[in-house]
C-alpha cells in the first residue's frame, strides 16, 4: 500500500471512532456509572480488542491520532457545548473529564519515546485511547466515578490549601514577569533542553495547575468556578491539538515551546481571561453555538439581577428587556423602549435610594436617566 494510502486509512479509521464515540451520546443514555456489570463488560471487551486484534489492523486504529482525536477534539465540543447550555449540571460533568483527561495526557506524554516495539506501542495506544473513551462513555462515565468515589472524599479536601499556595506563587510570578531580566536565565536553560522534555514541561504547567483549581471548583456549590475552568479546558484542549499536530515540523524550531507556554499562561490566569475571549470570539462561532451561549448568558443577567434588585424594580427591569427583544428588530426604537421603561419605573412605589452626598430620591421624585437602578 502506497504511503498517501497508508495516511488516508489511518485518517480514516480515527473518525469513524471518534464518530462511534460521539454517537454513543446520541442512544444511551448517561447513569454516571453506577452499573459495576457496565464497567466489567467495557473491561473485557477493550482488553480483547487491544490484545487480540490482528497487528496490520491495529496499526490504523490504535495511533496516536486516534488518541488525541477521541481524548480531544469531541471533548473540547462537548464542553464548548456544556458552557453554552443552560443546564449547569453538565459543566461540573465534562469538568470532571478535563481534571483527568489533561493530567492524563500530561503524564503520558513521554511514553510514546521509550516504547520501540509496534505491537507494544499499539497495545499502549489503544489502552489509552478505550481508557480515554471510559471517561465518558454514557454506561461508564468513568470521569464521574473517578471524582464521587477518589476526587471529591480524599483528593479534594487535601488540594484547597494546596491551590492558595499555588495562588500566592502566581501572583508572585505575574510580578516578576513585570522584570523579565530575573527569568532571562530561566528562559536559556529552558531553551537548551531536549525536546521532549520541553514538551513534558509545557504540558505540566498548562494542566498541573488548572487540575487543582478545578478539583476546588468542583468541590464548591458555586457553577461560576466551573464554568470559568471548563472554558479554559476546553481552549486548552485545542492547543494541545494544534500542539500535538504541528510539533514534528515545528517542535525543534527555537522559540515553538516557549511560544506555547506563553500561550497557556495567557489562557489561564484570570487577569487575563484569555480563555473567555478565544472561547467566545473563536470556539462558539467554530461550533455554531452563538445562540446558546446568548441564551445562557441572558439566564445569567437574570440571574443576577434578582441578586441585586428589588423583586418589583427586577419586575419592570425584565419587562423592559424582554419587550425590546421581543419587538421587530426594524421597529424597535431605542429610545422609545427607554422613555417607556422610565414612565414604568415612575409609576412603582419605591423605597428611599440613598444618593451621593446624603442625599435620597423618594416617591415624590421623578427618576432620571442617571438614576442609578442598582
Known sequence: ?????SIWLTVGCSAVVLAAASLSYSFIEPNRGGDLKAHAIYALAASITVLFIPTNIASYIFTELTVTLVGCVYPVYRATKAVCTPDEGDDKEWLQYWMLGGVLFCLTTWVDDIIDADKANEVWLGSLMFTFIWLYFPL????????????????????????????????????????????????????????????????????????????????????????????????????????DLTETWLGRIPGFYTLVIFTTVYLMLPMFRGADKVFRKILVPIAGLQELLILRDSIQIKKQMLKDLDPERARVVRKSIAKFFDGDDHNSDPEVLKGEFMQSWSAIKLPKIKLPFGKSLTDDESPNESTNLV
Open 1 to 5: 500500500m502506497s504511503e498517501d494510502n
Open 140 to 243: 461508564t462515565c468513568g470521569a464521574c466515578v473517578v471524582y464521587d468515589k477518589i476526587t471529591e472524599p480524599l483528593i479534594g479536601p487535601r488540594l484547597k490549601p494546596l491551590q492558595k499556595k499555588m495562588n500566592n506563587f502566581i501572583v508572585y510570578l505575574y510580578q516578576t514577569l513585570a522584570n523579565a531580566v530575573h527569568l532571562y536565565l530561566i528562559w536559556i536553560i529552558f531553551m537548551f533542553l531536549p525536546a521532549g522534555l520541553k514538551r513534558v514541561i509545557a504540558i505540566a504547567i498548562g494542566t498541573v495547575y488548572p487540575f487543582v483549581c478545578s478539583v476546588t471548583a468542583a468541590a464548591t456549590e458555586e457553577i461560576e468556578d466551573d464554568t470559568y475552568w471548563l472554558t479554559y479546558w476546553a481552549v486548552y484542549g485545542c492547543l494541545f491539538i494544534i500542539m
